[in-house]
Protein backbone atom coordinates (compact mmCIF):
# COMPACT_ATOMS: atom_id res chain seq x y z
CA UNK A 1 0.00 0.00 0.00
CA UNK A 2 3.07 2.22 0.34
CA UNK A 3 3.67 2.28 -3.16
CA UNK A 4 0.15 3.36 -4.23
CA UNK A 5 0.11 6.28 -2.03
CA UNK A 6 3.36 8.01 -3.86
CA UNK A 7 1.52 7.18 -7.24
CA UNK A 8 0.32 10.39 -8.83
CA UNK A 9 -2.64 8.95 -9.68
CA UNK A 10 -3.69 8.07 -6.32
CA UNK A 11 -3.13 11.98 -5.10
CA UNK A 12 -5.29 12.62 -7.86
CA UNK A 13 -8.00 10.32 -6.77
CA UNK A 14 -7.34 11.63 -2.76
CA UNK A 15 -7.74 15.28 -4.05
CA UNK A 16 -10.82 14.74 -5.95
CA UNK A 17 -12.57 12.55 -3.41
CA UNK A 18 -11.31 14.77 -0.31
CA UNK A 19 -11.28 18.39 -1.79
CA UNK A 20 -14.60 17.93 -4.12
CA UNK A 21 -16.98 17.40 -1.33
CA UNK A 22 -15.74 20.75 0.17
CA UNK A 23 -15.60 22.93 -3.12
CA UNK A 24 -19.85 21.71 -3.74
CA UNK A 25 -20.19 22.76 -0.59
CA UNK A 26 -18.30 26.07 -0.54
CA UNK A 27 -19.79 26.62 -3.84
CA UNK A 28 -23.58 26.57 -3.41
CA UNK A 29 -24.21 29.46 -1.19
CA UNK A 30 -22.55 31.24 -3.79
CA UNK A 31 -24.93 30.03 -6.36
CA UNK A 32 -27.96 30.24 -4.18
CA UNK A 33 -26.84 34.25 -3.97
CA UNK A 34 -26.83 34.26 -7.88
CA UNK A 35 -30.00 32.35 -7.78
CA UNK A 36 -32.04 35.18 -5.47
CA UNK A 37 -30.44 37.97 -7.38
CA UNK A 38 -30.82 36.75 -10.61
CA UNK A 39 -31.69 39.76 -13.48
CA UNK A 40 -31.74 39.23 -17.32
CA UNK A 41 -28.83 41.42 -18.05
CA UNK A 42 -27.11 40.64 -14.47
CA UNK A 43 -23.67 37.92 -14.71
CA UNK A 44 -23.73 34.84 -12.78
CA UNK A 45 -19.82 34.85 -12.33
CA UNK A 46 -19.81 31.85 -9.90
CA UNK A 47 -21.77 29.55 -12.32
CA UNK A 48 -20.06 30.63 -15.20
CA UNK A 49 -16.98 29.86 -13.79
CA UNK A 50 -18.11 26.42 -12.33
CA UNK A 51 -19.24 24.92 -16.42
CA UNK A 52 -16.42 26.84 -18.12
CA UNK A 53 -13.97 24.69 -15.36
CA UNK A 54 -15.19 21.67 -15.70
CA UNK A 55 -15.40 22.02 -19.63
CA UNK A 56 -12.11 23.32 -19.84
CA UNK A 57 -11.01 20.50 -17.65
CA UNK A 58 -12.95 17.74 -19.63
CA UNK A 59 -11.63 19.07 -23.15
CA UNK A 60 -8.03 19.66 -21.77
CA UNK A 61 -7.82 15.74 -20.25
CA UNK A 62 -9.18 14.71 -23.73
CA UNK A 63 -6.49 16.13 -25.47
CA UNK A 64 -3.80 14.57 -23.43
CA UNK A 65 -5.46 11.29 -24.21
CA UNK A 66 -5.30 11.85 -27.67
CA UNK A 67 -1.81 12.95 -27.53
CA UNK A 68 -0.73 9.32 -25.26
CA UNK A 69 -2.84 7.36 -27.65
CA UNK A 70 -0.70 8.91 -30.71
CA UNK A 71 2.16 8.27 -29.03
CA UNK A 72 1.25 4.89 -28.24
CA UNK A 73 0.25 4.16 -32.17
CA UNK A 74 3.36 5.23 -32.71
CA UNK A 75 5.61 3.32 -30.51
CA UNK A 76 3.45 0.13 -31.69
CA UNK A 77 4.39 1.35 -35.43
CA UNK A 78 7.76 1.69 -35.03
CA UNK A 79 8.78 -1.42 -33.19
CA UNK A 80 6.05 -3.20 -35.82
CA UNK A 81 8.18 -1.67 -38.40
CA UNK A 82 11.48 -2.30 -36.46
CA UNK A 83 11.06 -6.09 -35.68
CA UNK A 84 11.47 -5.41 -32.43
CA UNK A 85 9.41 -6.01 -29.39
CA UNK A 86 7.70 -3.34 -27.49
CA UNK A 87 7.30 -4.19 -23.76
CA UNK A 88 5.81 -0.84 -22.66
CA UNK A 89 2.91 -0.31 -25.33
CA UNK A 90 0.60 -3.57 -23.81
CA UNK A 91 -2.40 -1.49 -22.67
CA UNK A 92 -2.20 -3.53 -19.16
CA UNK A 93 0.86 -1.67 -18.63
CA UNK A 94 -0.20 1.97 -19.91
CA UNK A 95 -3.90 1.71 -17.83
CA UNK A 96 -2.37 3.78 -14.93
CA UNK A 97 -0.93 6.22 -16.97
CA UNK A 98 -3.69 6.79 -19.12
CA UNK A 99 -6.00 7.21 -15.92
CA UNK A 100 -3.07 9.47 -14.20
CA UNK A 101 -3.33 11.73 -17.83
CA UNK A 102 -7.37 12.05 -17.67
CA UNK A 103 -7.31 12.65 -13.76
CA UNK A 104 -4.85 15.20 -13.99
CA UNK A 105 -6.46 18.07 -15.37
CA UNK A 106 -9.97 17.58 -13.39
CA UNK A 107 -7.36 17.29 -9.13
CA UNK A 108 -5.55 20.29 -10.58
CA UNK A 109 -8.79 22.31 -11.01
CA UNK A 110 -10.86 20.85 -7.44
CA UNK A 111 -7.31 21.83 -5.85
CA UNK A 112 -7.13 25.31 -7.15
CA UNK A 113 -11.00 25.70 -6.18
CA UNK A 114 -10.85 24.37 -2.69
CA UNK A 115 -8.27 26.76 -1.97
CA UNK A 116 -9.80 30.10 -3.90
CA UNK A 117 -12.66 29.10 -2.06
CA UNK A 118 -11.06 28.94 1.41
CA UNK A 119 -8.90 32.61 0.58
CA UNK A 120 -13.13 34.53 -0.44
CA UNK A 121 -14.23 32.64 2.76
CA UNK A 122 -11.58 33.94 4.90
CA UNK A 123 -12.05 37.21 3.68
CA UNK A 124 -15.34 37.33 3.62
CA UNK A 125 -14.99 36.06 7.53
CA UNK A 126 -12.65 38.81 8.17
CA UNK A 127 -15.19 41.64 6.65
CA UNK A 128 -18.01 40.26 8.96
Known amino acids: MAAASKSPMFSHLSALMAQSPMVIWMRMPLLLAEMTRWSPGRRSVESERAVIEKMSAGLEAAGKLQIE ?60
Open 69 to 128: FARLWAETAIGMMSGRAMPGTTAALRIDHYQETALEPYARRVRGNASRLKRRAVRQKSKS
